[in-house]
């Protein structure tokens, strides 16, 4: 079956503007992760989604960034006025529950280049 | 707070057994996991294990939890060239679903 798709795979965008990330989940995967794996850094949380409850945004590093998650399939991760530390690979990882072992798959990533 | 660390780099000959070697501060950690990355690819998990566990075998793959330390290891037994790649260890925080990630060891096999 499809794994996790997530668009777009490349986006270059000049320092200031929004952009808008989007996660496609494995069907039946009720828990979303999103995470961001910098430069010369490892992956850093951002945000999860577990069926109907409230989010878990802790990891979020700014109130620029926001995600939502409709109809508790796909997830759109909005990062607006965009600075250049955020350039980044942003993954996107869904798996069947948050609880026990449940593996997480992960996308190919969108890299964001801010310019 | 939680933090996971990891050796940057890891170089091995073909044949011979690699050892990644990781720890975490998390005490209340459920399950503790392997990543590899493999270049211009995603994250595929290798192996996980869960902490009342000691030891873990798959195959190619021994991972060894020393709890007590908080240190988690992989060993990879005749390691081939296309073990080549970036290894992630990373643990499931409580009772949260987020994983907390190592900055990632890159594993260089030489022929």
């Known amino acids: 079956g499809a794994g996790v798709s997530q668009s777009p795979s490349n986006k270059v965008t000049e320092k200031g503007k929004d952009v808008e990330l989007r996660c496609d989940p494995i069907s039946g995967h009720t828990a979303l992760y999103w995470y961001r794996q910098s430069l010369g850094q490892g992956l850093e949380f951002l945000i999860y989604?577990?069926?109907?409850?409230?989010?878990?945004k802790s990891g979020l590093p700014s109130d620029r960034f926001s995600a939502e998650r409709t109809g508790g399939s796909v997830s759109t991760l909005t990062i607006q006025r965009t600075q250049q530390e955020d350039s980044a690979v942003y993954l996107c990882a869904s798996s069947l529950s948050r609880d026990t072992a449940y593996e997480q798959y992960f996308g190919p990533g969108t890299r964001l280049t801010v310019t | 707070g939680e933090d996971v660390e990891q050796s940057l780099f890891l170089s091995v000959r073909e044949g011979d057994s690699s050892v990644i070697n990781c720890t975490y501060t998390?005490?209340?950690?459920?399950?503790l996991y392997w990543y590899k990355q493999e270049p211009g690819a995603g994250l595929q998990l290798l192996t996980y294990?869960?902490?009342?566990?000691d030891m873990k075998q798959d195959q190619r793959l021994t991972v060894l939890l020393n709890k007590k330390d908080k240190h988690l290891s992989l060993r990879i037994a005749d390691t081939q060239t296309g073990d080549s790649a970036i290894y992630f260890c990373?643990?499931?925080?409580?009772?949260?679903?987020?994983?907390?990630f190592g900055q990632g060891t890159t594993l260089q096999v030489k022929p």
């Open positions: 998390d005490s209340s950690s459920t399950y």
């Open positions: 294990i869960f902490s009342n566990m």
């Open positions: 989604f577990q069926g109907n409850s409230a989010p878990d």
């Open positions: 990373a643990e499931k925080s409580g009772n949260t679903g987020k994983l907390i």
